[in-house]
Structures are given as C-alpha cells and as structure tokens.
C-alpha cells in the first residue's frame, strides 16, 4: 500500500497491485530544466519509451499541494508551461504540500515520493552532487544523502558535468552508494560519455543489475544505487569541447551572482545558448537512453523470485 497522502494514477496503482515493473520520472527537469515546449514533448516521448518497453511510467509531481504518481497529458503541460511550479527538494515537500501549491520533483524529492509508492525503479538526466567549489560554499545536492537512505535505483547518465564529479564520486563512496557503470568502466560526465573518472563496478546487463538491487536491499543494506549510463556515443558532446562552454556559463553565473537552487536550472540554459541548441539535443537524447534502460530494469527487478 503507498501511503494515504499520495495519488496514484489508475494505471500505476494496477501496475502497483500486480507486481508489474514501475519507472519513476521526474519533474524537475520539465519545469527547470528545458525550455517549453520541448520539455512536454520530452517528457511524453520519456513515457512513451518506458511503456513500449513493457513497463508503466510513473511521472511524479505536486499539484494543488497533491503529491501525484502518474500524471496525465494536461497535468505535464502544466508542468512544463506555468511559471508558478516551484523546485521542489526533500526540505520543500511539506511546504508546498501544506500550502497547497504547485511543486516539480527534484531526483531527492522523487526518490522520496517513489519509495512512498513502492517504486523501486526511476529514470533522470543527471544527478546533482557537489557544485563547483563546493568545498567552501558547502553546496551540495541533497539528492547524495537521499541515496543514502531511499532504496530506490537512479539511472542517470552520471552526474551533471558542470558539478565537481570527483568529490561527488568520494561523498558516494563515504555514504556507502553503490555506482554501477552500466556497459562502462568510465563514470559518464551527462553531455560526454567520460568524465576522467572511473567506476567501481561494472554491470553489462539489466538482468545482472536487478541482481544487484536484490541483493542489495535483501541484506538490510539501505539506500539506493547509481547507474550510470553514458549517452549514446552519437549524441554525446565531447568532453574536451564541453570545458570551455562550462567554464564560460559558471563565469556568467558568478557575476550575475546566481546561487542556490537557482544555479543548475541556469547553467544548463546558458549551456542551450552557448551551444546553439546542441545540449538540448543531448539531453533529450541521454534521457531518452535512459528510459529504455529503466523499463529492461524495472522489468528484469519484477521477474525476481520473491
């Protein structure tokens, strides 16, 4: 049973009840993270996928102050066209639940709501992790610290490369997350296939990954687990011709003095300018790679013995 605060849509609650494989989507990346309406269609293609490969698509967001697992086609409009939808991490669920708003799902917020539901699979673009010199301005994403404690499985295609990569990759290791290259030995860096980081272990297929989470969470080991899948080697951008238009959106960002909660959604905005369009090309793409992998997982994670 999900818990009583919850929507669930008819058709997860079936998916739900009988055991069928679920993938979490979020929100976030719909209101802040593409411009409209590019998003919409992003996130219907994202569903789309998941369903053509034999799972149910559960997008998670807060409407009318109503946590919801499975939205319908006016609901992701909404979502990806009204100004009000406000970013919504862990701390911001009860505020804009109590207060009855409009709230888009960050990966912390949407682990947190799926595990609520019984959702064990979900889908992003990219992790949040340490920001940029982090180390003095303490900011970090709380999407780390919920991996540490919602079992939930993350399939992203790493973490956002305009983040500090190597000390995100050291706070998972000290918060005891598992990071799965999937078909890698090289941690993706979003946009590029390699970040200059390895990873600590690899899996080649889903069958072997639901394996993993298994086991995983049979042994009282709490917390989630990161897989990381590179966007198809087509797609990507480069990671040597990424540098520089990093470097040039977080010297925007500083003098603009943009902080907080506001810093990711702006970067990856200035990064479509720089790039005349082609990280949103990428992002779309690398989401899209994403969601087939979660359905072959979700999948592969329902046809476990129980």
Known sequence: ??????RVSEEVAAALAG???????????????????????????????????????????????VPRIGLGPGDLD??????????????????????????ATTVAATMRLAAL??????VTGGLGG????????????????????TDVA??????????DIGRTLEVLETLGVP???YGTDQFPAFFSRTSGFGVPMRLDTPDDVAALLNVKWDLGLRGGVVIANPVPTTQQIPAADMDGVIARALADCDRLGTTGRDVTPYLLGRIVEITGGASLRTNIALVENNARLGAALALAYSQLPT
Do not use: C, W
């Open 19 to 65: 055991g069928g494989p679920v993938v979490a989507l979020e929100s976030t990346i719909i209101s802040h993270g593409m411009p409209y309406p590019d998003n919409v269609a992003m996130a219907r293609r994202v569903e789309q996928i998941v369903r053509e490969g034999g799972a149910t698509p559960a997008t998670i967001a807060i409407l009318d102050g």
């Open 1 to 6: 049973m999900s818990h009583p605060r919850l």
């Open 179 to 181: 990071v799965v290259g």
């Open 154 to 163: 993350v399939i992203s295609a790493g973490v956002k490369s305009i983040l």
């Open 117 to 122: 539901a019984g959702i064990r699979v979900f």
């Open 130 to 149: 340490v920001h940029r010199g982090g180390e003095s301005s303490m900011d970090i994403s709380a999407d780390l610290t919920e991996l540490a404690t």
């Open 78 to 103: 909404l979502l990806g066209s009204d100004p009000t939808v406000v970013k919504v991490s862990v701390r911001d669920l009860p505020y804009v639940v109590a207060t009855g708003a409009h709230g």
